[in-house]
């Protein structure tokens, strides 16, 4: 993108990057998995690996479909009514601070007192923008919101919608059960203000789904695990990383040549061995996203597993000199 223009690039034109891909090679497992948490209504979670295609879905699936995209990357800090909206006490209060402390002027110098509206101090979360995005969007009255995914959703269809929450097992234990209401019943209340938000209904071929990823460094609660469609993603053996190789070939080079598949089939045996040899050395093993770099990367600077810069180049993508795990 030029550095004179202003315009935010759309994600599908930026450097590749698995979570904002058009390119998913979807699993009979997966797709029935997709399919299952639509028919129900029910959170679909994938468990897995990093790296193992879990936060990569939901953006396919949402492009493929045609509709709009959220998500919620979350930390250790995150609530679940963060998804659902926040609101800003802090700047509430300090614009309360200074109307009272100009209480006193003239009102020809101050002018008109403008109302604090609590409205004005609301930013709605994923799951608002995903159930409503008229009145997430605002009253279109000088106050109207962004949708934090414009770019993405602005020739959507607004009768669908896919929410990612990622990494949810980071968050504090209670806070996945704090979901299970609005996700089940899909509408909530918004405390400072009063306004109930529901999901809209959906017209033929939209439809709403929730996608949650963990990478089980926490176990979560059994009552939010019953009410999922829980799906575990393996690690992709040869024949898939090949599949997804070409998939990626295709999209960032227009083809996939003889050659490419040579080196695909030498780099993906390498990446099988060097897993073995992570896993016996207690080491985190290399991912189907440190594949398609190296793959990448050989690729550009045409390097083999038979190049002496190979090793350099397997300890800087798929290995990083990692440490033992305690």
């Known amino acids: 993108m030029s550095g004179e223009d202003p315009t935010p690039e759309p994600r599908s034109r930026r450097a590749p990057d698995l979570r904002a891909d058009s390119v998913y090679i979807m699993s009979d497992r997966i797709d029935l998995a997709v399919k299952v948490a ?16 879990k ?10 479909r045609g509709w709009r995209y959220y998500e919620h990357v979350v930390t250790s800090r995150t609530a679940g009514k963060d998804l659902l909206w926040t609101y800003d006490q802090v700047r509430r209060l300090s614009d309360a601070q200074v109307r009272a402390a100009g209480a006193g002027r003239d009102a ?65 234990p209670d806070m996945p059960n704090s979901l299970l209401v609005p996700l089940g019943s899909e509408w909530f209340l918004v405390q400072e203000t009063g306004q109930v938000i529901r999901r809209e209904p959906t017209a033929p071929g939209g439809g709403h789904l929730v996608i949650i990823t963990t990478n089980e460094e926490r176990e979560l609660p059994q009552a939010f695990l019953r009410r999922c469609v829980v799906l575990a993603l393996e690690a992709p053996d040869g024949p898939r990383l090949m599949r997804i190789a070409e998939a990626h070939f295709r999209v960032a080079y227009g083809e996939f040549t003889p ?43 045409a390097i083999d597993t038979g190049d002496p810069r190979w090793e350099q180049l397997k300890e800087l993508t798929l290995l990083k000199s990692q440490q033992p795990e305690a």
């Open 108 to 172: 020809h110098e101050t002018g008109p007192t403008v109302e604090l509206r609590d409205e004005d101090y609301v930013t709605p979360g994923s799951l608002w923008w995903a159930f409503d995005p008229r009145s997430a969007a605002g009253d279109g009255n000088g106050r109207g919101r962004v949708d934090p995914f414009w770019e993405l959703n602005v020739l959507r269809s607004p009768d669908g919608s896919v929410v990612l929450i990622d990494e949810i097992d980071k968050a504090d």
């Open 38 to 53: 639509l028919a129900t209504g029910r959170p679909l979670l994938l468990r897995g690996e990093p790296g193992s295609g």
């Open 55 to 64: 936060s990569s879905l939901a953006p396919y699936i949402a492009q493929d």
């Open 259 to 301: 050659d490419d598949r040579s080196l695909t089939e030498e780099l993906a045996g390498a990446l099988l061995t060097t897993r073995a040899q992570a896993r016996d050395k207690g080491m985190r093993p290399p991912n189907t996203a440190e594949f398609l770099d190296a793959l990448h990367a050989c690729k550009q600077l």
